[in-house]
């Protein structure tokens, strides 16, 4: 993800007066890469894995660490407030868990207001999926009366004037009306009930996770406290949202302090929980894993350089993660950003200790002769995307195969992967009919297909498929391309066509392909009502054959 960037406003919080050569080469050395430098601006390439770093405030915490300035954990003081944010029963099956902080404190003016907005838009999109696992909402902390409430509320009785809006609106209105309740009303808008968040004046202060209140949740330059809340669908994940955005508002120089969330089974949840993560990790593994001999004291200093705190045993160091690295999962994350504080540039190259010979794997060999053969006989190749939509496989093929789906998609044009490789080709030969005719394409590709008997639950099969154009096509001219094509790979007398029956092909013009009397394919001509269904004028001849994992049948 790019973050932006005041250079000014970044060197400020780092706190020392650094070149801007020697900034670049440090981000690059914590895997951040500069992409542009205009005037005050700079644009930084930061890996999504790495939340905490999607703010100016995250990427100074984590140079100052890396540069000695301030190294080892950095210690959040949270004070208790003794508010309260109560949770109302019937959350459970929609939107269930909240975690919340107060920082006091802190500066604002409008460039910094649009920083603040800006990661919390960062962190909803990523680590909170697009909302879905969670979403964050920032309130002027002095408007707020608590206890606050979180609960569930009829669509018609909420009423509140959205952030932006000068005009009260019910909750189905904003599903319709506002900007945010299009693109985000799905999470919530088949409920029977929606979540409400509202304080004790029954202030609204929000309808996560669509929209804030322009009354509580719009943030000013006279604004110095803030309250913070995340709902989400996933606890830990909201943990680490709010413990992320909270950590990068105490960065200006906010003082944090905590809010308890009481459930309705009497669970209590004091929030934000900085309490450092600790992980035991063997010397002997760290150096196994780096290719270096290093000491208990130089795996420290590398762990604080990074941002960790530590302490180095007889043979193992005992680490102290910091609560807002969610991407500290396992000790190769630890032993990875050990390699970083330990500094890439200082690894020394080394011939490896074992020599081995690379060469191109058997079906990548085949693929590259079917391709050689294909464009051989006078056909152009195309490349399309694995993924697809459900309609151009099934619906408009007039069939109905079992197809491998995936979950929260961004369009339904791509959310299924293909299970064959003529819909596609079907689908690319729609929009280029402007095209000279024939049109003879094909797509070296692979196809998956729905299998219980595999571990990943899917087979992944490699295939040709190809299919003719023209005012007049000849299904045996098809069928002798490919004998050609078959007996270039070594199966001469090894194949024949037996007649196949399918809605998709014009009855009694459509086969099986056999090799060694195993199905491996089929060839026709496309039904009139499948070329309708697409926008095409001419009759198409098509041919599609699965390949084996290796050169030989």
């Not at 002095?142 to 569930?152: E, L, M, Q, R, T």
């Not at 000068?166 to 299009?182: F, L, Q, R």
């Not at 459900?390 to 007039?398: C, D, G, V």
């Not at 797509?443 to 295939?463: C, H, L």
Request: proline letters at 6%; one cysteine or more.
């Amino acid at each position: 993800m790019i973050v932006e960037c005041r250079i000014d406003d970044l060197l400020s919080l780092i706190g020392k007066k650094l070149t801007l050569k020697k900034l670049e080469d440090t981000l690059f050395l914590i895997k951040a890469e500069v992409e542009k430098i205009e005037g005050n601006i700079i644009e930084i390439e930061v890996n999504p894995d790495r939340q905490d770093m999607l703010s100016t405030e995250g990427l100074a915490r984590a140079v100052r660490a890396f540069l000695h300035f301030e190294t080892g954990l950095k210690k959040y003081p949270v004070k208790k407030s003794g508010k309260q944010c109560i949770v109302k029963t019937g959350l459970s099956k929609i939107r269930p868990f909240i975690c919340c902080s107060i920082i006091k404190g802190i500066p604002t003016d409008d460039e910094l207001i649009k920083e603040y907005m800006h990661l919390q838009d960062a962190l909803t999109s990523t680590h909170g999926r697009n909302r879905n696992k969670a979403s964050i909402g920032l309130y002027v902390y002095d408007d707020v009366k608590f206890p606050i409430f979180y609960g569930p509320q009829t669509p018609q009785k909420i009423k509140f004037i959205p952030l932006g809006y000068e005009n009260e609106m019910d909750g189905p209105t904003i599903m319709t009306d506002h900007e945010k309740g299009v693109e985000f009303g799905s999470i919530i808008k088949n409920r029977n009930k929606w979540p409400l968040l509202y304080d004790s004046d029954n202030q609204v202060l929000s309808l996560p996770p669509i929209i804030n209140s322009n009354h509580l949740g719009r943030l000013t330059t006279e604004t110095e406290n803030v309250f913070v809340e995340v709902t989400g669908t996933h606890l830990p994940t909201v943990h680490q949202a709010l413990n992320i955005i909270t950590a990068a508002l105490a960065e200006r120089g906010g003082k944090i302090e905590s809010v308890t969330v009481v459930y309705p089974d009497g669970t209590i949840d004091e929030t934000p929980n900085f309490t450092p993560v600790k992980m035991t990790i063997p010397i002997d593994e760290i150096n196994k894993m780096i290719g270096l001999d290093l000491s208990g004291d130089e795996i420290v200093k590398a762990l604080e350089r990074t941002g960790y705190g530590a302490d180095a045993k007889a043979q193992s160091v005992q680490v102290q993660v910091p609560r807002y690295r969610m991407d500290i999962l396992h000790a190769v994350d630890v032993i990875e950003d050990i390699a970083i504080g330990y500094g890439f540039d200082r690894l020394q190259a080394a011939m490896p200790q074992t020599m081995t010979l690379g060469k191109v794997n058997p079906v990548t060999r085949l693929k590259n002769k079917v391709r050689d053969l294909m464009v051989g006989i006078g056909y152009h190749e195309i490349m399309n995307y694995i993924m697809t939509s459900p309609e151009i496989l099934n619906n408009m093929m007039l069939r109905d195969e079992p197809i491998v789906t995936t979950s929260n998609p961004k369009s339904r044009n791509y959310s299924v992967l293909r299970n064959s490789l003529i819909p596609v080709l079907l689908d690319f030969a729609s929009q280029n009919l402007h095209a000279d005719y024939p049109q003879k394409i094909f797509e070296v590709g692979d196809i998956v297909i729905p299998s219980e008997a595999m571990e990943t639950r899917v087979n992944q099969i490699p295939a040709v498929g190809c299919l003719m154009i023209d005012v007049k096509v000849n299904i045996t001219t098809l069928m002798t391309e490919i004998g050609f094509l078959l007996r270039n790979l070594g199966l001469d007398n090894h194949f024949k066509f037996v007649s196949k029956k399918s809605p998709t092909f014009v009855e009694g013009r459509a086969a099986h392909i056999l090799v060694k009397d195993k199905e491996v394919g089929f060839l026709g001509e496309i039904s009139p009502d499948v070329l309708s269904n697409f926008g095409i004028a001419y009759p198409v001849v098509a041919f599609e054959i699965s390949l084996p994992r290796s050169i030989r049948w």
